[in-house]
């Protein structure tokens, strides 16, 4: 599940840091739409299963990526 599914949109954004509860949720936040958006926007590579990256990538590329190597690859995205 996306940990920031509620806050997607400014007004959702705006409500939950006027409640006083948006630190408790997400203190990893800034608490400034403008800053955070890119932060709550961004692609969730965590949901994304080696078994549909290897057989997208496969499949739109001459090379054969070993399953191996796509999740280290995920794995090391999933560090950041």
Known sequence: M????NIKTKENYDKLLKSGMF??????????WNKDKEVINKLSIHNVSVSFLYD??????????????????????NER
Do not use: M
């Not at 070993?66 to 794995?75: Q, S, V």
């Open 23 to 32: 630190w408790e949720f997400h203190p990893e936040l800034t608490g400034d």
């Open 56 to 77: 997208f990538v496969n499949e739109f590329t001459d090379t054969e990526i070993p399953k191996e190597a796509i999740k280290e690859t995920l794995d090391k995205l």
């Open 2 to 5: 996306d940990r920031y599914q």
